[in-house]
């Protein structure tokens, strides 16, 4: 069964610093890997999928890699901004099922 | 405006009783899905749905019921064998069936506690 790990738990930087969160995963047979975004109380919005013969994805300030074989994706921001303050989960899709790590609360303090 | 739109935001169930819970989307999205979300984790599939009338189960559906009458709408009912319900609770769809290759949109959530 597919376990999805992501740490830290949660994160506190200064605004202005890159930063990169990791997801880590036990089975690398998937078809896609999504990040999330969550802010307290509402719905997630997909941040970026990268499709399992890809190696990466970039969408303005966030880019986004996929390392199969050792079962490791990343989440890079750069110069992170108060308003990017948030809970960010990685999910792994494989058969019908999408699979979520336990995300990483990200604080960017001003 | 198009989207996903879960109600009510807020649910209060007495013990014993069996509640439900709305999602409609209007993105004419074949596939729809129900997550449970606790505290400080990541989200548990309930049920989902390929396909108007038919439904699987996820790794949690015990105490949970769904049915998809319409295509847009996919009603979620906890029920009273439910023991733990306090939780966060998002409906999501996609475009098609093999939904793991596609992105899932979400609603914004339901809360529901137990009085």
């Known amino acids: 069964k597919q376990e999805v790990t992501q740490i830290p738990a949660a994160l506190s930087v200064p605004e202005g610093e890159n930063l990169v969160l990791n997801c880590s995963f036990t089975?690398?047979?998937?078809?896609?890997l999504q990040w999330f975004r969550q802010d307290p109380g509402k719905g997630l919005t997909s941040l970026l999928l990268?499709?399992?013969?890809?190696r990466e994805q970039t969408s303005g300030r966030l880019n986004a890699s996929l390392d199969k074989s050792s079962g490791r994706s990343t989440l890079y921001i750069a110069a992170s901004q108060p308003g990017d303050s948030a809970t960010y989960l990685c999910?792994?899709?494989?058969?019908?099922?999408?699979?979520f790590g336990g995300g990483t609360r990200l604080m960017v303090k001003p | 405006d198009g989207g996903i739109t879960q109600s009510p935001k807020y649910l209060f169930r007495k013990e014993g009783q069996n509640v439900t819970l709305s999602c409609e989307q209007n993105?004419?999205?074949?596939?729809m899905y129900w997550y449970r979300q606790d505290p400080g984790q990541g989200l548990r599939l309930i049920y989902y749905?390929?396909?108007?009338?038919?439904?699987q189960k996820g790794d949690i559906a015990e105490g949970y019921s769904v049915s998809r009458e319409k295509k847009e709408s996919f009603p979620l009912t906890v029920t009273s064998a439910q023991k733990n319900p306090t939780a966060f609770y998002l409906c999501?769809?996609?475009?098609?069936?093999?939904?793991?290759?596609?992105?899932?949109?979400f609603g914004a959530g339901t809360r529901l506690s137990v009085l």
């Open positions: 089975d690398s047979a998937i078809y896609n």
């Open positions: 993105l004419n999205h074949d596939a």
């Open positions: 990268i499709q399992s013969s890809q």
């Open positions: 999910a792994l899709g494989a058969g019908n099922m999408l699979t």
């Open positions: 749905s390929q396909i108007v009338n038919d439904f």
């Open positions: 999501a769809s996609s475009i098609s069936a093999g939904l793991a290759k596609n992105i899932q949109y």
